[in-house]
């Protein structure tokens, strides 16, 4: 009985049990291979820095903020000086003509406090106006300020809502020009119409959106002469040697190691960083990195080129 017993292990259990550890030992490094490799990597910063707003919608170079891309190993990443060149005047992200609703980046508040007290604006507003609509439904137990914006955005993009809110809120004596001739126009484009609603929460709830938190935190930063802490996201090990310039010079754009970063409003790593690729891209066998280039750039093979 025992032989038998002994047997059918040997030949049926033994190879089971040898397969679903090799099955589930492939699938687990199949399916880590993005944890292994860091892909998707995404810290959040001490600033949320938009690369989709800065090098997408506004098409800024790179080597603004990267000033050592193309003169030295590192590309560096920009300090609060560089950023306050362009944000110690640009601060009224809720007025570009483009964003016509409340955004990620917009931190909703009361001019004088918290969202506590812009909710409670936004219902002493409603109370005032005898404003009936439906569109607040749920409003005064809402504390995500996400879910508030979605109610805010909800009036802004639908044009029945619209209508109702300009029906009761166009009669207040607003101040700014460009609400009063947005009032007056009789026929205003959708886009028109939204910016004019978004305009008129600002002024009737008293919302500080005008200036994103992102921009507050920045000067805050700038004001106590504290150095903005950016988190790594690309580290080589130490006996790698990479030089950026020598890249960059040699025509080798950005998006080919880093991926399409203008499309990202918050970095995190896209591409991997690995031996086999760069020795690909060395011998020429990468045509995404050379598209573009009037000739094939490939690099040396040597081992002692990176392994310094």
């Known amino acids: 009985m025992l032989n038998i017993d002994l047997d059918y292990t040997i030949k049926v259990r033994l190879p089971i049990i040898i ?31 938009s690369h989709k707003l800065h090098a997408g ?24 000086d560089t950023c306050m060149n362009c944000h110690a005047t640009v601060k009224a992200v809720g007025r570009n003509p ?16 918290t969202l506590g007290q812009a909710v409670q604006s936004i219902l002493d507003t409603k109370k005032k106006f005898k404003d009936e609509n439906d569109y607040f439904k749920n409003l005064h137990s809402l504390e995500d300020p ?8 909800d ?22 020009k460009e609400l009063t001739d947005l009032i007056a126009k009789n026929d205003r484009t959708d886009e028109e119409d939204k910016k004019l609603v978004r305009f008129m929460m600002d002024e009737l709830y008293k919302i500080d959106s005008y200036n994103s938190s992102e921009i ?34 040699k025509g080798i754009d950005c ?8 499309n990202l409003d918050s970095m995190k790593k896209m591409k991997p960083i690995t031996m086999g690729r760069c020795l690909d891209c060395h011998r020429g066998d990468y045509k ?20 310094r």
Request: charged share 25%; hydrophobic share 30%; aromatic share 14%.
């Open 98 to 113: 483009t964003k016509d609703h409340f955004n990620y980046n917009v931190h909703l508040s009361h001019k004088e406090g």
């Open 216 to 249: 507050k935190k920045l000067t805050t930063y700038f004001k106590s002469g504290e150095a903005l802490k950016w988190k790594r996201i690309y580290r080589l090990p130490k006996y790698v040697y990479f030089n950026h310039s020598v890249h960059i010079n």
């Open 146 to 153: 996400s879910k508030i914006k979605d109610i805010l955005n």
């Open 155 to 176: 009036i802004i993009n639908v044009k029945n809502n619209r209508e109702k809110f300009v029906s009761t809120y166009g009669s207040f004596e607003f101040q700014e």
């Open 57 to 80: 919608d506004m098409k800024m170079d790179c080597r603004y903020c990267h000033v050592g891309v193309d003169k030295s190993r590192h590309a560096t990443v920009p300090s609060v």
């Open 19 to 49: 397969f679903t550890v090799l099955i589930t030992y492939g699938c687990a490094f199949w399916l880590g291979t993005p944890t292994r490799k860091g892909y998707g990597y995404e810290p959040k910063q001490p600033i949320a820095f």
């Open 255 to 262: 998006t080919n190691c880093h991926g399409n970063v203008a």
């Open 288 to 307: 995404e990195f050379h598209e573009g280039l009037e000739e094939k750039v490939v690099g040396p093979e040597s081992c002692g080129v990176c392994h």
